[in-house]
Nanobody, 132 residues
Framework: EVQLVESGGGLVQPGGSLRLSCSAS????????MSWVRQAPGKGLQWVSS????????YYADSVKGRFVISRDNAKNTLYLDLNSLKTEDTAMYYC?????????????????????????GGQGTQVTVSS
């Protein structure tokens, strides 16, 4: 059974930083591309970032490029997302997802090959709130 456990969220002031973690089990993590998506209150899912299975390739949404950094530790079966220079509009529930995603619409996210992943994704998510 696929299990994804997100952690590291919290309340932070604008301009602050957080590190999110996603502990994965139940599948071959080291050979699986991974992604982060988020859902702001009252809005649909938004793709945030993806990383290849070996960590050699990373992809970011324009809204977070230059501020967020995705990484992984295959020895620990863990995915990370470093959130820097946080803005109030980054407030959302953050989820990790198996596969390399490219975009989302409402409750569905898609790979570049149009493979779809429906919410829920296997984890409970971690809440990030950016507020002064």
């Amino acid at each position: 059974e696929v299990q994804l456990v997100e952690s590291g969220g919290g309340l932070v002031q604008p301009g602050g930083s957080l590190r999110l973690s996603c502990s994965a089990s139940g599948f071959a993590f080291a050979s699986t591309a991974m992604s982060w998506v988020r859902q702001a209150p009252g809005k649909g899912l938004q793709w945030v970032s993806s990383i290849s299975s070996d960590g050699g390739s990373t992809y970011y949404a324009d809204s977070v490029k230059g501020r967020f950094v995705i990484s992984r530790d295959n020895a620990k079966n863990t995915l990370y997302l470093d959130l820097n220079s946080l803005k109030t509009e980054d407030t959302a529930m953050y989820y990790c997802v198996k596969d390399r995603l490219a975009w989302c619409r409402r409750t569905t996210c898609y790979t570049p090959q149009w493979v779809s992943w429906e919410y829920p994704f296997g984890g409970q998510g971690t809440q990030v709130t950016v507020s002064s």
